[in-house]
């Protein structure tokens, strides 16, 4: 906040934004992640529902983490991976998936973490971790 003649006012350029993409097909999961990255400290998410979607946000707003599940209609997660990595390097890739077969493979294209649908305590340790270590980037 800065002053002006006394009057309070907000900074927007200086306030700093943990980012989140999430990346499912399925509007029940992408609810039940929003507080879970709300608790974790993340403020400014955004949502897709394939992959070329995810791909393109993450380009435009190069989020802190993009939690992104393996099995989506069209282009997989799996494939979204690498891409993901070129668009917004900086960006960590959880995956939240219920295909623990493709849990090496998630790992090997890119991503940071694997985390089970059925573990959302474990999602919220891992996205507690990312935000602890990732250091908010001015809004924009």
Request: hydrophobic residues 50%.
């Amino acid at each position: 906040m800065t002053l002006k003649n006394g009057a309070a006012i907000a900074d927007t350029a200086l306030v700093a934004s943990l980012r989140a993409l999430v990346c499912d097909d399925y509007s029940m999961v992408r609810e039940t992640i929003r507080p879970v990255l709300v608790d974790a400290g993340f403020d400014s998410i955004r949502e897709a529902t394939l992959a070329t979607e995810a791909i393109a946000m993450a380009e435009m707003t190069q989020p802190d983490v993009v939690v992104l599940d393996l099995s989506l209609p069209g282009m997989s997660g799996l494939q979204a991976i690498p891409v993901i990595k070129v668009v917004s390097p900086r960006s960590i890739i959880v995956v939240f998936s219920a295909y623990d077969v493709w849990r090496e493979a998630a790992l090997q294209a890119g991503a940071h973490d694997y985390v089970d649908k059925s573990d959302v305590p474990g999602l919220q340790g891992v996205l507690e971790r990312v935000a602890a270590r990732v250091t908010p980037r001015t809004a924009r």
